[in-house]
């Protein structure tokens, strides 16, 4: 009876919140891909490649700083306690002075560096533009750091629709700013422009529009201890997660002129859009429940892991081969004949999305509070990035190279099995059944690529 009225109200606020989530997401991405679609008419596939590999570098230097505040709040006991979250807040300001002043330390060091040194003038790391770009977004980190806890604080409570709201109504501000200066200026700093307003706006509101206590300059010890301890081995396993995911366009930077990388980052920006549905899902409202379920249930990990892992299993198999058969047809549509060669590499790396659903996995772990069991899953990608991406280029071309970023994770799962049987969270038979299951919502997938390619003669 007691797991019945722990698992009952649990369920239901997860399904309301998935709801909200996927539907927030969605519009979230529309109002990204039309801004988007607005940028790639007024400026050169050049300003998106520079623009890639500098969120690139910032998005580095914070997972380098990763130590898991917002995933403490969630999962801890203490998490919604008011002198908690004013440590938190605390330690997260630090974080964001540590976060700007690395940033511009790198884009001074890539100054002096282009001028002391030899960099392929053909590379994305030649571009005179790049270090003032990097210099300049470092200010979107520095604001973030005052970001109100409230923000985890609905996260924890799987309350996210106030959180939501803020996020669009943020990036509607952000898009009209960056698509107003792009039609004024034509320049890269229109991208920078959004990205500034938009965290700006984000870290003011999140104190005023969500509800929670207010938060103070403080420092517990005890809260300290219990952050640092639990986030040491967040930070470790973010260092790893950054290579493992940035890994490519870091690599692929050195060997793509700015061009081909534009193209490369254009993919994915449609390609990150259907991964961050499974990521963040699984982080903003799997990872919430999951650790309710630890705190109060544990007996039932198992069983509500695989219930949660079941949507997104067949859905990522099923647009992963919607983007494998379709993903030229789909770039077509959405963008002009100068990136064009960006449903190539769709085509590709959409392959990717397939090893999404294992996110749910690696949320399951964080929640029972052990994030350094992932450093061994983190670390064996990495290592495939870093031998595969230039052997294979080496051998095969820039294609051989895509096919190391789609399928590279493949390795990784027996590891993550392993780390899942010892916190009794596998099953083999239910993973074999979602293999075939998966297997077959790829090929089902065809059918889309049918209709794609019939819009596209009507259209033509």
């Not at 919607?322 to 993903?327: I, K, T, V």
Request: with cysteine; aromatic share 12%.
């Amino acid at each position: 009876m007691k797991s019945t009225t722990i698992i009952e109200p649990l369920r239901k606020r997860v399904i309301r919140a998935a709801i909200q989530f996927l539907s927030g997401h969605a519009a979230s991405q529309l109002i990204r891909l039309s801004g988007n679609m607005v940028m790639t008419r007024v400026l050169v596939p050049e300003a998106f490649g520079v623009m890639a590999i500098a969120n690139t570098i910032l998005f580095g230097v914070i997972l380098f700083t990763e130590f898991g505040i917002k995933q403490n709040i969630i999962q801890s006991e203490h998490g919604n306690k008011e002198i908690f979250l004013n440590t938190a807040w605390t330690l997260q300001i630090l974080r964001g002075f540590i976060i700007w002043s690395f940033v511009v330390l790198i884009g001074i060091g890539i100054y002096v560096a282009k001028q002391h040194f030899t960099i392929p003038s053909d590379s994305v790391y030649a571009d005179p533009v790049l270090p003032y770009v990097i210099a300049v977004l470092a200010f979107s980190f520095l604001i973030g750091g005052f970001e109100s806890t409230n923000t985890a604080l609905h996260s924890r409570d799987i309350n996210l629709l106030p959180v939501i709201k803020l996020e669009l109504t943020g990036q509607i501000v952000s898009l009209a700013v960056m698509v107003s200066a792009g039609l004024a200026f034509k320049s890269i700093w229109a991208l920078v422009s959004g990205a500034l307003v938009l965290s700006l706006y984000k870290t003011f509101f999140s104190h005023f529009l969500l509800d929670g206590p207010k938060n103070r300059f403080q420092l517990d010890s005890n809260s300290v201890r219990e952050i640092i301890n639990f986030g040491i081995w967040m930070l470790i396993g973010s260092i790893l997660v950054f290579i493992a995911t940035n890994g490519d366009k870091l690599i692929l930077s050195g060997y793509f002129d700015a061009n081909l990388m534009g193209q490369y980052a254009i993919a994915l920006l449609v390609l990150n859009a259907l991964k961050d549905a499974v990521v963040k899902t699984a982080s903003s409202v799997i990872m919430p429940a999951l650790s309710e379920i630890a705190r109060g249930n544990k007996k039932k990990l198992k069983e509500v892991f695989y219930k949660s892992r079941f949507p997104i299993d067949i859905g990522t198999s099923f647009i992963a081969g919607m983007l494998f058969f379709s993903g030229g047809e789909l770039m077509a549509l959405l963008f002009d004949d100068r990136y064009q060669f960006s449903g190539v590499i769709i085509e590709i790396i959409g392959l990717s999305l397939i090893f999404e659903r294992f996110s749910i996995a690696n949320q399951c772990i964080i929640a029972i509070g052990k994030p350094r069991s992932l450093i061994p899953v983190v670390l064996t990608r990495v290592i495939i990035l870093l031998i595969g991406i230039p052997y294979s280029i080496s051998l095969f071309g820039e294609v051989g190279a895509l096919w190391v970023v789609a399928c590279g994770r493949i390795v990784t799962i027996p590891v993550l099995f392993i780390i899942m049987y010892r916190y009794k969270i596998f099953s083999i038979g239910k993973e074999l059944n979602r293999a075939l299951l998966s297997a077959v919502f790829f090929f089902l997938s065809y059918g889309v690529h049918v209709l794609i390619s019939k819009i596209n003669i009507l259209l033509n």
